[in-house]
């Protein structure tokens, strides 16, 4: 706790709490977490593919005929490369 800045009243709440909790704000705060990089990812991928495919000005609210494949398959890409990734990581993880 002392990595945390926090202050002095919290962390005596934090002490307090019993086992059953710490579990549960645990599990709360790794949930979070994941949220957050899952977020982060999707917004790389915006971005990455936004500026790989986006030409022109957006006036009619709507992408042009060339943007809106292209974005799909950027997505697409992104995704499976991604699940390459993530396969390959698994198989590491299984072997080690």
Known sequence: MDQLNISPETA???QSMS???K???NQFVMNEGQKAQIQS???GLTDTCFKKCITTKI???ALDRNEE???RNCVDRFMDANMTVIK???Q???MG
């Open 19 to 21: 086992a059953k909790d």
């Open 41 to 43: 990812t999707i917004h």
């Open 69 to 71: 494949p292209c974005m």
């Open 59 to 61: 006036t009619a609210g």
């Open 23 to 25: 579990q549960e704000l």
């Open 12 to 14: 005596q709440s934090l």
């Open 88 to 90: 390959h990581l698994e």
């Open 92 to 94: 590491m993880r299984t």
